[in-house]
Protein backbone atom coordinates (compact mmCIF):
# COMPACT_ATOMS: atom_id res chain seq x y z
CA UNK A 1 0.00 0.00 0.00
CA UNK A 2 1.72 3.29 -1.22
CA UNK A 3 -0.89 5.52 0.23
CA UNK A 4 1.05 7.64 2.33
CA UNK A 5 3.76 7.70 0.06
CA UNK A 6 1.22 8.94 -2.77
CA UNK A 7 0.23 12.06 0.15
CA UNK A 8 3.66 13.16 0.85
CA UNK A 9 4.49 13.55 -2.57
CA UNK A 10 1.00 15.27 -3.74
CA UNK A 11 1.84 17.59 -0.40
CA UNK A 12 5.54 18.20 -2.03
CA UNK A 13 4.29 18.89 -5.72
CA UNK A 14 1.69 21.42 -3.78
CA UNK A 15 4.71 23.03 -2.38
CA UNK A 16 6.56 23.02 -5.75
CA UNK A 17 3.99 24.63 -7.71
CA UNK A 18 3.33 27.58 -4.90
CA UNK A 19 7.21 27.96 -4.99
CA UNK A 20 6.92 28.45 -9.22
CA UNK A 21 3.90 30.90 -9.08
CA UNK A 22 5.25 33.02 -6.42
CA UNK A 23 8.55 32.91 -8.76
CA UNK A 24 10.85 31.60 -6.19
CA UNK A 25 13.38 29.64 -8.24
CA UNK A 26 15.67 27.91 -5.33
CA UNK A 27 16.90 28.41 -1.95
CA UNK A 28 18.72 30.84 -2.47
CA UNK A 29 16.13 33.61 -2.58
CA UNK A 30 14.35 32.40 0.23
CA UNK A 31 11.10 33.58 0.70
CA UNK A 32 9.88 35.34 3.87
CA UNK A 33 7.11 35.05 6.20
CA UNK A 34 3.97 35.17 4.62
CA UNK A 35 5.01 35.47 1.22
CA UNK A 36 3.68 32.47 -0.20
CA UNK A 37 0.19 33.28 0.77
CA UNK A 38 -2.43 35.85 -0.98
CA UNK A 39 -3.57 38.77 0.97
CA UNK A 40 -7.12 39.52 0.35
CA UNK A 41 -6.99 41.07 -3.34
CA UNK A 42 -9.94 43.68 -2.49
CA UNK A 43 -8.47 45.18 0.58
CA UNK A 44 -6.41 48.64 0.03
CA UNK A 45 -2.68 48.52 -0.39
CA UNK A 46 -1.31 50.98 -1.24
CA UNK A 47 1.05 50.00 -4.27
CA UNK A 48 -0.83 46.89 -5.16
CA UNK A 49 -4.29 48.32 -5.96
CA UNK A 50 -3.68 52.10 -4.44
CA UNK A 51 -1.81 54.35 -5.52
CA UNK A 52 1.05 55.23 -3.78
CA UNK A 53 0.56 59.15 -4.53
CA UNK A 54 -2.78 59.23 -3.46
CA UNK A 55 -3.16 61.55 0.53
CA UNK A 56 -4.64 58.41 2.35
CA UNK A 57 -4.94 60.86 5.35
CA UNK A 58 -8.04 62.63 3.65
CA UNK A 59 -9.76 59.54 2.47
CA UNK A 60 -8.94 57.17 5.90
CA UNK A 61 -12.43 56.12 6.10
CA UNK A 62 -11.99 54.22 2.63
CA UNK A 63 -9.02 52.84 3.03
CA UNK A 64 -8.68 51.63 6.52
CA UNK A 65 -8.58 48.32 7.25
CA UNK A 66 -10.32 46.32 9.32
CA UNK A 67 -9.62 43.44 11.02
CA UNK A 68 -10.99 40.33 12.48
CA UNK A 69 -9.61 37.83 15.36
CA UNK A 70 -11.06 34.42 16.02
CA UNK A 71 -9.94 30.88 17.19
CA UNK A 72 -11.92 27.30 16.66
CA UNK A 73 -11.41 25.87 20.84
CA UNK A 74 -12.14 22.15 19.48
CA UNK A 75 -9.58 21.78 16.86
CA UNK A 76 -7.44 19.37 18.83
CA UNK A 77 -3.71 18.25 17.61
CA UNK A 78 -2.16 15.00 18.74
CA UNK A 79 1.56 14.80 19.70
CA UNK A 80 3.41 13.22 16.84
CA UNK A 81 4.27 9.68 17.00
CA UNK A 82 7.88 10.50 15.53
CA UNK A 83 8.61 14.09 15.83
CA UNK A 84 12.44 13.26 14.74
CA UNK A 85 10.48 12.61 11.31
CA UNK A 86 8.59 15.53 10.97
CA UNK A 87 9.18 17.92 7.99
CA UNK A 88 7.86 21.53 7.95
CA UNK A 89 7.19 22.12 4.21
CA UNK A 90 6.01 25.32 4.21
CA UNK A 91 7.13 26.82 7.80
CA UNK A 92 5.91 29.84 8.16
CA UNK A 93 5.99 30.92 4.61
CA UNK A 94 1.80 30.51 4.25
CA UNK A 95 -0.88 31.62 6.67
CA UNK A 96 0.42 29.72 9.39
CA UNK A 97 3.38 31.07 11.60
CA UNK A 98 6.79 29.51 11.81
CA UNK A 99 6.97 26.36 14.54
CA UNK A 100 9.94 27.29 16.42
CA UNK A 101 9.93 30.68 16.74
CA UNK A 102 6.24 30.50 17.98
CA UNK A 103 7.52 27.27 20.00
CA UNK A 104 10.36 29.15 21.88
CA UNK A 105 7.84 32.15 22.37
CA UNK A 106 5.27 29.90 24.19
CA UNK A 107 8.11 28.38 26.37
CA UNK A 108 9.64 32.13 26.92
CA UNK A 109 5.25 32.75 27.60
CA UNK A 110 4.34 32.39 31.50
CA UNK A 111 1.91 30.17 32.39
CA UNK A 112 -0.50 31.78 34.59
CA UNK A 113 -3.71 29.79 35.76
CA UNK A 114 -6.77 32.05 35.83
CA UNK A 115 -9.48 32.31 38.17
CA UNK A 116 -12.92 32.30 37.35
CA UNK A 117 -15.69 34.42 39.00
CA UNK A 118 -18.38 32.77 37.23
CA UNK A 119 -19.35 29.64 38.23
CA UNK A 120 -18.58 27.74 35.05
CA UNK A 121 -16.64 29.83 32.57
CA UNK A 122 -15.83 26.81 30.30
CA UNK A 123 -13.08 29.05 28.24
CA UNK A 124 -10.97 29.08 31.59
CA UNK A 125 -11.86 25.50 33.23
CA UNK A 126 -10.87 24.01 29.47
CA UNK A 127 -7.45 26.00 29.43
CA UNK A 128 -6.64 24.73 33.47
CA UNK A 129 -7.06 21.07 32.16
CA UNK A 130 -3.99 18.87 31.60
CA UNK A 131 -4.15 17.82 27.74
CA UNK A 132 -0.90 15.38 27.73
CA UNK A 133 -1.38 14.06 24.61
CA UNK A 134 -2.57 17.11 22.42
CA UNK A 135 0.19 19.45 21.11
CA UNK A 136 -2.48 21.68 20.17
CA UNK A 137 -5.85 22.64 21.89
CA UNK A 138 -7.34 24.51 19.20
CA UNK A 139 -6.53 27.20 16.53
CA UNK A 140 -6.39 30.86 15.64
CA UNK A 141 -6.65 33.09 13.07
CA UNK A 142 -6.88 37.01 12.02
CA UNK A 143 -8.90 37.76 8.72
CA UNK A 144 -10.21 41.15 7.11
CA UNK A 145 -13.64 42.00 8.29
CA UNK A 146 -14.83 43.22 5.64
CA UNK A 147 -14.30 40.07 2.66
CA UNK A 148 -13.33 37.14 5.26
CA UNK A 149 -9.78 36.21 4.21
CA UNK A 150 -7.10 35.05 6.18
CA UNK A 151 -4.10 37.44 6.90
CA UNK A 152 -0.39 35.36 6.09
CA UNK A 153 1.29 34.53 8.68
CA UNK A 154 -1.42 35.20 11.11
CA UNK A 155 -2.30 31.63 11.92
CA UNK A 156 -1.43 30.07 15.22
CA UNK A 157 -2.33 26.88 17.38
CA UNK A 158 -3.80 27.20 20.76
CA UNK A 159 -1.87 26.02 23.74
CA UNK A 160 -4.01 24.98 26.63
CA UNK A 161 -7.38 26.91 25.57
CA UNK A 162 -6.79 30.63 24.51
CA UNK A 163 -3.44 30.68 25.99
Known sequence: NRYRELLRLAR???VLKLLKWNAFQDE???????DLALFCAACPQPGINVDPDVDLDELVWKYTRTVVMDGNFKAEHMHEKRPDDQVWLMDGRGFMVAHPPYQEYLKATPHITEKSACHNHRAISQANVSRGKLSATGIGATACARHGCFYPHSVVDFQKGER
Open 12 to 14: QWR
Open 28 to 34: TERSSPG
